[in-house]
């Protein structure tokens, strides 16, 4: 047995474990009575050491240099010696993290889970400030074990979108704002707002359900390998390419939030079960990283989803499945989901102000993780910042600094990949367009083969073979920029607002 | 730390391993797309190979050397000492079990349960007959690895009835068929059938799972430590106390199989949910053997839920749930759901008739066993005890021998727990009456907090603490025999059947 076979079978079992871990993780939010919380969690936690003492063991880094030995003279881009290198990273990467600061971190995650929820639910920012300073302390820690070259931020974004750095980000984000800004204010000074009325009305959950499959489905999500549930907080998850599972929450009074949250996760869902089969169990058979997974939902979500000729073909069955959008215009619709205005929430944000949501929040993760801005200070902070990006203030925490779960997990560096996904998702759909000429009269046709087809091809294929940089490069042929987006959003919201 | 707490951590975290094995089986049953059986196949292998590793480690062993030295001066039924016990009995046992055989009948398991599907779809016994043969010869070998002292069926025993013996089964098995016989003749004799026509009717799904899910709270099943849900082969499962799944499959033209179904698999479920809390973890905090859970599903199902008191309380809020029953009189009901007829199939089967169905298994597999019955002569010989015990001949082999799933995942000695199960729950309920007098009146007003309370202080809350002989012994205040059973069918079919 070759030491790159003897390699892939240890990591597939790890793989194994991590997968069986999700399983535990969806179960536990979407089916697991609440009494079973407390044995979940040490479930987890069992498994969780078994996979670290794996994947920090000598006999892996023996492995390791054997298979690195064996590798060396392929290609630098074989699926083996990315696979080799992915697994010496994932390896490193365990091996500098303390295995105190590890269970430190895994402590606090599940007690600031907690504070955080009390203080949102009591809108009490001071309940959970001492858990967030702790956990911007932590993770300081972390990025000096594992180490990186210029900012602490670094290190956190290796966890999430391996390669990229704060710099980097900075760069794109300030070409995007400064882009963004005055087309949000010629949007507001149009004085045109579309009627929203028929949003908020009787749509029951059941037909939310099959008609937000049905579109799923259209999009070539395959209901055999994946399936759908109810969760408090909407989620895509896969154990195997074969086993992918979305979730969604219904309001019975307002039919967007289900179904662009199953038109955004059955994008996710695409990726996992278009990743590729051969490389099952490796590293090169896993996502490229958190951005692009999130290009994948925000395409399908936004780019098709949100468009004229994706309704032109939906809005009719839509209006046959919903009696009480029997008498609205297919022109009304069209601009009442693509409604813009400056809002508190990201969640419910639209595309032209849903980054300055996220860039703020960059700002601010970049400051606490140096450790210039103490977890305190971040109401403060977090109130100009909004007021000087979206000309609002938030009424109370729960509404501003509090709104999102991700800095109570430690997700810090989180926040930044939805709005790569935002970017890269338009840059590939101009690459689709120019690839694949005619793709809104398939739209019309209610037929997305050829973009799924493109995105297999060109995307989902790759697992991890590329750097998400090259990925991009290769995909797209050229490097991440904001000119794509915006020129999409302008294209999209000209005709609507008469810009 | 001492040895001992030092063993309940190594093993509390086997448990975690066990349970998560649990987990990954129940939602591959109830929840998992088909994309994902193969591998789901690879992480429960994974899983379980870890697990076994575990359990037969020298690390084990010498906790075990050092704990046993520890807690050797304690009482023989003290907590340490059992867990220590059944710790050492499971580690010797996979220790024993030479690994090339556990992966030989893991394989033949997965390969055995699709040949056996196929065969009982095709009515075609001689596809299944080469699997079956070979699944008894493993279980031959395994018997003689692990060892037994008369009867290689006895080693079958020890998985799932630890200190049963064929020998003694024969001498309970033939008692109780020595009086169910002359019963049977006499009712059948009796020229009396109920009026069962009423059973298939429209029972919508919703309300079939709403009633059902009342009367199992009305038992005191805690639904926010627990859940239903569906699955093709009904079964219930528990991660810990904290988190017991029971599943039910419903037709929605017969209300019996759901409602009757949930009711046992309910008793199944308050066994778990009643397991000693302070013994989380360790053997003395799971369940004692198959044949007391089944003791505890049949004594919910059978005993208490079709006798006349439940009834009196249950029958009008049956007729409320159910347009149907509107115009069906109390005691044609109860005649209806206490119909004994002799039948082909053993899951069907009324209480009388049952035992016949498992005491013909039992002769088989011992013969199958002991390799005095070659696989290929089990439908001659099948046929030949139906029409014997039952006065039947089975069509086909599909509805005679190839009925069970059991022997194609290797269950031989299974089926001798549901016999003991319904020995043990009438023996129970005499107690119980003994105990507790006025429980009719009780079952009356719909309240079973008594009822589920003797069971756990009496069986539950020991969980390993006894073997099922002593735990029998000291909850019944006599051995295991076939008297109550007798007796209780006698006292419900006489005035039914005027005997």
């Known amino acids: 047995m070759s030491a790159y076979t003897e390699l892939s079978e240890y990591i597939a079992e790890v793989n194994d474990l991590l997968n069986t871990i999700s399983i535990l993780n969806w179960d536990a939010r979407t089916q697991m009575p609440v009494g079973g919380t407390e044995t979940r969690g040490k479930q987890l936690a069992t498994l969780s050491a078994i996979a670290q003492e794996r994947l920090t063991a000598d006999r892996l880094r023996s492995l390791l240099d054997k298979a690195e030995a064996e590798v060396g003279g392929l290609p630098p881009e074989s699926t083996e010696r990315r696979s080799v290198e992915a697994v010496r990273e994932a390896s490193e990467l365990f091996r500098r993290t303390p295995p105190q600061l590890t269970r430190e971190l895994a402590n606090l995650r599940s007690v600031a889970g907690k504070t955080w929820a009390e203080a949102k639910a009591t809108n009490n920012f001071a309940h959970f400030a001492p858990d967030l300073e702790r956990m911007f302390a932590l993770n300081r820690e972390f990025a000096q074990s594992i180490g990186y070259a210029e900012h602490p931020y670094d290190a956190m974004l290796t966890l999430y979108e391996p390669g990229m750095t704060a710099a980097r980000l900075q760069t794109l984000f300030a070409g995007l704002r400064e882009r963004v800004v005055p087309l949000l204010r010629a949007i507001v000074n149009s004085g045109r707002t579309p009627r929203t009325d028929f949003l908020e009305h009787h749509y029951p959950v059941e037909l939310q359900r099959d008609f937000s499959l049905e579109v799923a489905q259209s999009f070539g999500f395959d209901l055999s390998r994946g399936r759908l549930d109810e969760s408090l907080h909407p989620f895509e998850i896969s154990f195997t390419r074969n086993d992918v599972r979305m979730t969604t929450r219904y309001n019975p009074r307002f039919l967007p939030t289900a179904l662009f949250g199953v038109l955004h996760e059955a994008g996710h869902g695409l990726y996992d079960q278009g990743l590729p089969a051969d490389q099952f169990g490796l590293p090169t058979g896993t996502f490229c990283s958190l951005g692009i997974h999130e290009s994948q939902s925000r395409l399908w979500e936004n780019q098709v989803g949100r468009g004229g000729p994706f309704w032109d073909h939906f809005f009719p069955r839509a209006r046959q499945a919903f009696a ?73 925490d729960a509404r501003g600094c509090l709104q999102d779960i991700h800095w109570s997990f430690g997700g810090m560096g989180y926040f930044a990949t939805y709005t790569l996904g935002n970017l890269l998702a338009a840059q590939l759909m101009e690459a689709l367009r120019d690839d694949l000429p005619g793709l809104d009269d398939d739209a019309r046709a209610g037929d997305f083969s050829r973009v799924k087809g493109w995105l297999n091809d060109n995307v989902h294929a790759h697992g991890q073979r590329f750097r998400a940089a090259e990925l991009c490069r290769r995909a797209t042929g050229r490097p991440l920029g904001h000119e794509a987006l915006v020129r999409h959003l302008r294209a999209r919201y000209a005709p609507l607002y008469g810009l």
């Open 324 to 396: 009480c959008l029997r008498d609205v215009k297919p022109g009304d619709w069209l601009f009442a989901i693509n409604d813009v205005r400056p809002s508190l929430i990201r969640v419910e944000a639209d595309e032209a102000t849903y980054n300055l949501h996220i860039i703020l929040r960059f700002e601010l993760e970049q400051a606490l993780v140096s450790g210039d801005l103490p977890a305190g200070d971040v109401p403060g902070a977090w109130n100009e910042k909004v007021q000087s990006a979206l000309g609002l203030t938030p009424p109370d």
